[in-house]
């Protein structure tokens, strides 16, 4: 089956400093991934769609300069959170659609700033 | 109105029990229909995926669409501990690798033993 790969599983940064997160599709080429985030008790919330070869397409609200995606192959997907602050502080998950059906997900990361 | 209704529970049911998780959603657009299931600080996991309206089942899990009321239940037969865990909900419009998935909020189920 279609295997996404997330890292890091954890991270704590200092406030100010950036954090890179990794996805990467395993066993299969993913042309699009998407990229989440998930406070506490609440559902996924898109944050961008990451195109290979191409500028991410980021949902309403989101700042581009804040979480800079970069989708350089068919199977690597990286979202730097820059100039991270407390409130960046979340469940970061990514996913890629596989062949077949159904959207894989990464194993998340929780960042946390301190 | 949020495009994709969950309840979000907490949810509990002794073992064995059958248990029936539900969203309900608005945009008729949706025709593609899956249930997660996401563990304590871990990405979610597909458990089922259905296309239109009907009926799906794979083991204990039994997948519904209703595309008439904007429909669509879970239903897991037999419960375990083992499947304590947030479900969520997830629909889409097509099928492509673009496409955007929405998500309910998830039902946090607890099978007790």
């Known amino acids: 089956g279609a295997v996404v790969s997330q890292h890091p599983s954890w991270v704590i940064c200092k406030s100010g400093t950036s954090v890179k997160i990794e996805c990467r599709s395993l066993d299969f080429q993913a042309t699009t991934m998407f990229w989440y985030r998930q406070f506490p008790k609440q559902s996924l919330m898109l944050m961008a769609t990451?195109?290979?070869?191409?500028?991410?397409?980021?949902e309403q609200g989101v700042e581009k300069d804040k979480f800079l995606i970069n989708h350089a192959s068919l199977t690597l997907s990286t979202l730097t959170v820059t100039s991270a602050h407390p409130e960046d502080s979340s469940f970061y998950i990514c996913?890629?659609?596989?062949?077949?059906?159904?959207?894989?997900f990464g194993s998340g990361t929780r960042l946390t700033v301190v | 109105q949020k495009e994709v209704e969950q309840d979000p529970g907490p949810l509990s049911v002794p073992e064995g029990a059958i248990v029936s998780l539900n969203c309900t959603y608005s945009n008729s657009a949706f025709q593609y229909f899956m249930w997660y299931r996401q563990y304590s600080r871990k990405g979610p996991e597909l458990l089922m995926y259905t296309y239109s309206s009907g009926n799906k089942e794979d083991g204990r899990f039994t997948a519904q669409v209703d595309k008439s009321s904007k429909y669509i239940s879970l239903f897991i037969r037999d419960s375990q501990p083992s499947d304590s865990a947030t479900y969520l909900c997830a629909m889409s419009a097509g099928s492509g690798g673009y496409q955007k998935v929405t998500f309910g909020t998830g039902t946090k189920l607890q099978v007790i033993p």
């Open positions: 996913s890629a659609r596989g062949e077949g059906y159904g959207y894989t």
């Open positions: 990451s195109n290979e070869g191409s500028k991410a397409t980021y």
